[in-house]
């Protein structure tokens, strides 16, 4: 009976913490949760008049008080962003820029030198504080005039003080905050925290099976026409006459209904023909049901264009590295095509992703998307036809295993942002598997180059394989602790148009819209506009590690990883050891993102506005449209994958140091400067030059006829 009544109340205690804990503390003191509330979720802000339409909120809690009121923080958890920014409309934000010192009246006056900022949008311009919860979950509170720097990362309680309340939006005259809350980037209910009776709508969810023809060619013309309003370069890696041909290819394949994850496929297949990694689709997969998900009993797999069986049952071990002619009857070479227009996620023209796909893409793209069967009929190169059925249940696992390099391929998340060891006294080893690094990490990471140099470490391992990016503000913070000169961040900028879009997203195109790029100028083609100035970055004066660098990549280096692979190649700064980066190098659309969400099959599509060009010199060295290129190329082996003998690109590297073997390059001159040339502005002095050369030319030639 003792025992039962302790555990009651160990119950009871527990229950009473959970409460405390999901129970958000009111930001505004001495005042009671609800209080001062201007507008709930599904109100409507504004007046709607014949220029202007009012604007729904959806998720947000916005609550007024007196400026300069203190503004307190609702929840225990850590800094998860902050920054300053001004609303071009309810929907739609404009983060100008990083955080400034804390006296926000002093600051203002340095606001004015920001391009496009206006009196009227310095005084609407707050601080977005995002605070991340124990449960995974970031609430947002906009509106805060700040009173001291935050750094992302550092711990924050429930009651610290965050602010004082300022102005948060043109619409709404009266100063006040905002609370928004996300979990795994989707909007959920601000008001059920604080005991309050809510007013959210979480968002609607499709459980349409099937589209019509006419609602998938809908969905595919909307799609269409928000890629050509926003997205620029959409012809840079597959011509327009290709792409049109490839499109109505998709659209014959399309009979009186399609099931709407084969829909889904498609339209990531056309995405895909773009070649551009940072488009997608980032709505969750939708699966068909009864979808085979066994694995098949033999995988076959291309290594140096040769198709073989790399894993299998053992039952079939006799089977491994055989070469395979034809699967299912398909050749090997048309099977290769296939498989590699379903893979996606290739940037420009990339191989290494798309050699890896090949490698262990089988079971999803081909038996799950293609075949949607994992029987195989195989004949194989020595003549021999044979039937393969699925695992069975009974079956051990295919050999050789590759846990340890799928584990980093497909876990990221559970695995720090960053490792660092001390390999011996001479080698060090940092492995950055993301630069999504807070404030905090960063100066752990310059500690770490500090130890480096008083250490005298005279070789640096930096393993940027598995990371697929961050902030350029993040990349190019850690590159500065290397770089021994200036290096350029990028040339120029282009978009298609300088405001007036019509698929920017949720936002409506209000007048601010209209001129979202303001400083481009048009480009002499008459196809977009350029922003063309050269952004540089000096090294740290501080921190600056000197000793000999080798950079590891392969094709799961994306995004700022490959900038940086690039910074390091191009100043000669260290070697590449590995295979080609995942992104392409000379230029990306990587900045300013909007979602389109396809209206019958709610598909919402990631959609870059803005391409950015960082070299324009074509050589061997950095053939357009590649990634960044090895030094010290290492080949996809079995061996690799299974980890047979370690991490191989790994051992190679400090096999390479053993030996003193490094790379210094002596610059040649260039090959082509011809990568977006077009991307300059228009300059009348060029016409004049022009015309006054035709004129000498006509004269000289009278002259000549005379």
Known sequence: MRKNFQIFILMLLASNFAFAQDTFLWPIPNKKAGDDILYRPQDYIGVADAQTQAELNFGELIIGAPLGTPVLCPVDGKISGALLGYRNSWSCSSIAFAQQTGNFEQDSLLFLEWDNMTQEKIHNTSLHIGVQTSDGKTVWIDGIRPT??????????????????GYLYKKIKQPCICISISKNSKADDPMTPFGLKTTFIPPKVNNKTQLTREEAQADIDGMMAALEDAFPGLYDYTPKEEFDNFLKQKMAEIGETIDISDFEMMARCIIDKIRDSHTTVISPMKLKNGVNSRPTSVLAGWFNDTLRIWRAVPRYKE???????????????S?????LEYCGFTDGFVKSYGDLTLIYGMDFYYCNQIAKDAKLTITFADGETRHFEAMTRKDPSREPMWKEYSHRFQHLDEMANFDFEKLSDTVAYLALHTFELDDLEMEQIGEIFANLIADSIPNLILDIRFNYGGPEATVEGVYAHLAQKPFCTSLRKIVNKKGGYQCFGSCPVDGDLEDVYPDYEPLPNGEGFVKDEPEWRNPDSLVNYKGRLYVLTNETSFSASTCFAGWVKKQNRGVIVGRETGSAYHQMKAENFTQYVLPNSVIAIQIPTIKVVFDTVVNERFPFGRGVLPDYPVNFTPEELSFAHGDSILNYTQQLIREGKYIYYVEPEPETSSVEEDARPFRWWWVAIGVAAIGLAAVAVGKCKS
Do not use: C
């Open 335 to 339: 099977l290769k095509t296939l498989m």
């Open 148 to 165: 001291r720097l935050f750094k992302t990362g550092e711990k924050i309680h429930q009651g610290d003080t965050l602010g004082t309340v």
């Open 319 to 333: 089977y491994l590295s055989k070469e395979v002619v034809s699967i299912n009857g398909i050749p090997a070479d």
